[in-house]
C-alpha cells in the first residue's frame, strides 16, 4: 500500500509530495539566486562610487542595465528650425 499525505480528500502520494517539495525548493533557489545577483551589483555599483572609480562603476552599470544609445532627432536640423 503505498504512504498517501494529507486529508482523504486531497491525499498524495509520496513521489506526488516529493515532486512538489522539490518543485517548491527549485522555485526558492532560483529566487534566492536573483537576489544575490541584485545584491553583488549593488554593492559593485555602490564601492566604485565610494572610491570615486567612474571606470568601473560605468562599466558594472552597463553590465547591469545594457548601453543604450541616445535618441536620434528626426526632421529639422538647424537650431533656427526646431
Do not use: C
Not at 522539490?22 to 566604485?48: C, P, V, W
Amino acid at each position: 500500500m503505498p504512504i498517501m499525505f494529507g486529508s482523504r480528500q486531497g491525499s498524495l502520494s509520496l513521489a506526488q509530495f516529493m515532486r512538489r517539495i522539490s518543485h517548491a525548493n527549485y522555485k526558492l533557489a532560483i529566487k534566492h539566486k536573483r537576489q544575490g545577483s541584485q545584491e553583488m551589483f549593488t554593492n559593485d555599483l555602490h564601492e566604485a562610487l565610494m572610491a570615486k572609480d567612474n571606470v568601473s562603476f560605468w562599466k558594472t552599470w552597463r553590465a547591469k542595465f545594457g548601453h543604450q544609445k541616445a535618441a536620434s532627432v528626426v526632421g529639422p536640423r538647424r537650431s533656427n528650425e526646431l
